[in-house]
């Protein structure tokens, strides 16, 4: 099975930006497609983003567009969430998934990278 490990994750002003990185090693094929989720204590987790490998579409939640965005470095399997004008109610794990095929759901999860904005 495919690893991911995130990291960048931690504490910022409203206002303000991070970028998550998410690692990926192991068995990474086949690969559909790799996205972020996040999930807030007591509420269910939701779909961020999720970029296509074949051809780098990418699919934003409403909450998120035009402040977030998704990019790739194939050379160093890493996929990375660009996090702009964070807001408090951005407050969440943010888990790396990996999607082995179309029609597979999402296989493999990272452990999860604590973001916290303050208002």
């Known amino acids: 099975q495919a690893q991911l490990a995130e990291s960048g994750g931690g504490l910022v002003q409203a206002g303000g930006s991070l970028r998550l990185s998410c690692a990926a090693s192991?068995?990474?094929?086949?690969?559909?497609?790799m996205g972020w989720f996040r999930q807030a204590p007591g509420k269910e987790r939701e779909f961020v983003v999720r970029?296509?490998?074949?051809?780098?579409?990418?699919y934003y939640a409403d909450s998120v567009k035009g402040r977030f965005t998704i990019s790739r470095d194939n050379a160093k399997d890493t996929v990375y969430l660009q996090m702009n004008s964070l807001k408090p109610e951005d407050t969440a794990v943010y888990y790396c998934?990996?999607?082995?095929?179309?029609?597979?759901?999402?296989?493999?999860w990272g452990r999860g990278t604590q973001v916290t904005v303050s208002s």
């Open positions: 998934a990996f999607q082995s095929t179309m029609g597979s759901g999402y296989d493999y």
């Open positions: 192991g068995r990474t094929f086949p690969r559909f497609a």
């Open positions: 970029i296509i490998w074949s051809g780098g579409n990418t």
